[in-house]
């Protein structure tokens, strides 16, 4: 790995996602909104900022050029499909043989065989119609986003972060194929250590076509989680 490419660098996530990939030495790119380029004056002279929006293919495919990794950062603003049109857009435009790194929560699944508390599912099945209602964001253009990922032969990860908090890094998450594993029960990930999974994931071959739901190795269930071989 060479080169990466951050859609959707300047948020909080795609910022732990640069210091982490220069850490690793790779030469560090992305797109974020225009007026969103003053948060990355940290790493100005370090990384290169391509202004724009992530579903516009024309910067995408700039941004993309080159880049044999790729880490995208899925939202659903709007109600205009901009997670489903970013998702494409990384699909169709990363170079021949990149790896991509696709963010998300633990609501998307796979295979439906992810095991939800009534907590989770009451949330979800307020919060959702709600956040459509008033135009702010359209969760089922994230799910959409995800199946056309998983309907892809590209060699893609989608990370399914748990609940978030910041604070210093407590290692790298373990993971687990289903929400409902015993392991995944703290429900809780520092943002910094989701972005070092999406980083660390782009040179992970046995993640190539998976959709791991992580946790944190320091939280109760994960430390019950046996290490890696
Ligand atoms: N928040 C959580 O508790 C949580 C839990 C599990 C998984 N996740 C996943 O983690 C990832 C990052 O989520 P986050 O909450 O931590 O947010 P974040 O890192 O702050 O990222 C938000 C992204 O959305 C962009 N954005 C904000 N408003 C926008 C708009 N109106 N139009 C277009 N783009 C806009 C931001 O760009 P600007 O810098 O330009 O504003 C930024 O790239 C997502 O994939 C999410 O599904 C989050």
Same mark, same amino acid.
Not at 117 to 128: D, T
């Given at each position: 790995m060479k080169r990466v490419c951050i859609l959707g660098i300047s948020g909080k996530l795609g910022r732990y996602m640069v210091e982490h990939a220069l850490a690793r030495g790779y030469e560090v790119q992305g797109v974020c909104r225009p007026e969103s380029v003053g948060k990355l004056g940290p790493w100005k002279d370090r990384i290169r900022v391509f202004p724009g929006r992530t579903d516009d293919r024309t910067v995408v495919a700039d941004a993309v050029k080159g880049c044999d990794g790729v880490l995208v950062v899925l939202v659903p603003w709007g109600v205009s499909g901009y997670a489903t049109k970013t998702a494409e857009a990384a699909l169709d435009l990363?170079?021949?043989?990149a790896r991509l790194a696709f963010s998300c929560g633990w609501h998307i699944t796979r295979d439906g065989k992810d095991r939800y508390? %009534?907590?989770? !599912? %009451?949330?979800?099945?307020?919060?959702?119609?709600?956040? !459509?209602l008033f135009r702010f +964001?359209?969760?089922s253009d994230q799910v959409r986003a995800c199946d056309t990922i998983f309907a892809s032969d590209r060699d893609w990860t989608v990370v399914r972060g748990s609940d978030l908090e910041e604070g210093p890094s407590e290692g790298l998450p373990v993971w687990s194929e289903h929400v409902g594993d015993a392991v995944l029960a703290s429900n809780r990930t520092r943002r910094t250590d989701f972005a070092l999974f999406m980083v660390a994931a782009l040179t992970d071959r046995s993640l190539i076509r998976k959709a791991p739901a992580i946790v944190s190795c320091a939280s109760p269930s994960g430390r019950s +989680?046996?290490?890696?071989a």
């Open positions: 990363a170079e021949p043989g508390s %009534l907590g989770f !599912r %009451l949330m979800l099945g307020i919060v959702a119609p709600l956040m !459509r +964001a359209d969760i +989680a046996a290490p890696p």
